[in-house]
């Protein structure tokens, strides 16, 4: 099943009714589907071919969307990448796919053109806006001029690669996920099957396009079973609020930092009414403090759910429709396995931690040009995720911590994340980040970077005896650092790998 018989699925279902927002434009399913019929027809006339590695490095529009399917009828190869990256992250990326075709926006070509220069082979360059840049064909002639026959969709078998998406791991170069059209069309039906919707539901769609949590969750859940998605190029709390709002049935698809922003926005200027039906939360963990308060403060529930851009991304997720348990990511979604198991792969009891490996019909084909790490990440039939944690009695999974993460102090086991739930806790902490630093006799020391709440202003020593009355002694933090913010990813997701504090 090629990924595009989803938007054709939505068409089918809903052909006159709204499929995206974006800013004063709004598209039909039977206008957006015209729209990547006709790109397909330009495409193909350009030269663009079955199984082409071609880039997508725009940010959130309704073009962005159009490019995504027409490559998907053409049989190309889709390869999103963020368009803020800079030259050195574009030439491993572009120079390790084999990337053939470009496709850009104009305001976001300085550093692919720098990239492009020692590349050769990607000699077919797309981009949507340019009047005078040199060697780029644009995005908006490639359209026919009138209506043209509808394009007939490549065959692909569920096997053949459709996205190569790369993943920045904590150390070394990304790894290219090479990901089939049966794993992403799969797991964009099981999460929609997952989630109860209807066809005036409207999904708040504020995550990156370029990432797989958006791809699945935002984008192809929702234009499978014909809802409306309302796109915004990039995430605005105030905008956002704003929409929360207005909304009579919203769903919102977010990460940790977009809930807490939000509820920090609320801590102002409380929502005049709550349009949100359900949020679902992924990416990171949630605080289980930031999960509470939420949830009160605009009447709604979130579903924790769990996945890799390995998974497609969804493998574990909150059952809807039943009590939520704060602190869990859930149980395994419908065709996905999940055990919990030491480091020779033998299950651990229940409620102990172990490393959480999981199996199912979204997990990638393998990395791109990485045999020996494609098999160990793959080692027995089951994809390790490199995270740590536990299963309670009915089957429920929490996430302890990354298994990279780990602090070993005086050869005592602290995970990061247990110190971050009693940080958030305290009415002036609005994030925190744990960490191991070097220490010359103990190992590691635990060290804490914090950002406080607007208004919030407490010093470093009252913080840690907050945390010292709440943890063992040996897992409080020695060393807390204030700072104005933390750094994160495209995403949101906090980088701990780029915080830096001074050893001990």
């Not at 999103?80 to 850009?104: C, K, M, Q, W």
């Not at 919707?197 to 014909?226: F, K």
């Not at 609320?266 to 949830?295: E, H, M, T, V, W």
Request: contains cysteine; charged residues 25%; negative net charge.
């Amino acid at each position: 099943m090629n990924i595009a018989e989803l938007l054709v699925e939505g068409v089918k279902k809903h052909g006159g009714h709204s499929a995206v927002h974006f800013g004063r434009q709004t598209v039909t399913y039977d206008e957006l589907n015209q729209r990547v019929d006709g790109l397909a027809h330009g495409l193909g006339r350009l030269g663009v071919e079955t199984g082409d590695v071609c880039v997508l490095m725009m940010p959130n529009s309704i073009e962005w969307i159009v490019v995504y399917f027409a490559l998907a009828k053409v049989g190309a190869v889709v390869l999103p990448v963020n368009f803020l990256y800079r030259e050195g992250e574009l030439t491993h990326i572009f120079r390790d796919s084999g990337a053939r075709v470009f496709i850009g926006h104009s305001d976001y070509l300085e550093q692919p053109i720098l990239t492009m220069k020692t590349l050769p082979k990607m000699n077919l360059r797309i981009a949507l806006g340019v009047t005078d840049k040199e060697g780029f064909v644009p995005l908006e002639e490639l359209f026919a001029d009138e209506k043209e026959r509808e394009f007939p969709i490549c065959p692909v078998k569920d096997e053949d690669i459709w996205a190569i998406i790369y993943t920045s791991g904590t150390t070394g170069l990304p790894k290219g996920a090479m990901l089939s059209h049966g794993n992403l069309t799969s797991n964009a039906m099981t999460v929609a099957a997952l989630r109860t919707t209807g066809p005036n539901d409207v999904v708040l769609g504020v995550l990156p396009l370029y990432h797989i949590y958006g791809q699945t969750c935002v984008l192809n859940a929702s234009l499978y079973p014909g809802l409306t998605v309302r796109l915004w190029p990039q995430f605005d709390d105030k905008e956002l609020f704003d929409a929360i709002e207005a909304e009579q049935s919203a769903i919102l698809i977010a990460v940790p930092t977009i809930l807490n922003r939000l509820l920090a926005l609320a801590g102002s200027r409380p929502p005049k009414r709550s349009g949100l039906r359900f949020c679902i939360s992924g990416s990171a963990s949630l605080p289980a403090d930031i999960l509470n308060r939420f949830q009160e403060k605009f009447q709604t529930v979130i579903y924790e759910g769990y996945g890799l851009t390995e998974c497609s991304p969804v493998c574990v997720e909150n059952p809807h429709g039943q009590p939520t348990r704060p602190g869990s990511i859930g149980v395994p979604i419908p065709g996905f396995e999940a055990r919990i198991v030491n480091v020779e792969d033998e299950d651990m009891p229940l409620g102990e931690v172990g490393e959480l490996i999981v199996r199912g019909p979204g997990v990638m084909k393998g990395y791109m040009n990485q045999p020996e790490t494609t098999a160990r990440t793959l080692a027995n039939g089951w994809l390790h995720t490199g995270d740590l944690a536990r299963m309670d009695e009915d089957g429920y999974f929490y996430i302890v911590d990354r298994k990279k993460d780990m602090i070993i102090r005086a050869g005592y086991n602290v995970y990061p994340r247990e110190i971050e739930e009693v940080l958030y806790t305290h009415p002036a902490v609005a994030e925190a980040a744990v960490i191991g630093i070097p220490h010359p006799e103990l190992g590691e020391e635990v060290a804490a970077a914090v950002v406080f709440r607007p208004g919030q202003q407490i010093t470093a020593e009252e913080l840690q005896r907050f945390v010292k009355e709440r943890v063992a002694p040996y897992k409080y933090p020695r060393k807390i650092h204030l700072m104005d913010e933390l750094p994160k990813s495209h995403t949101g997701k906090i980088l701990k790998r780029a915080i830096k504090l001074e050893e001990m």
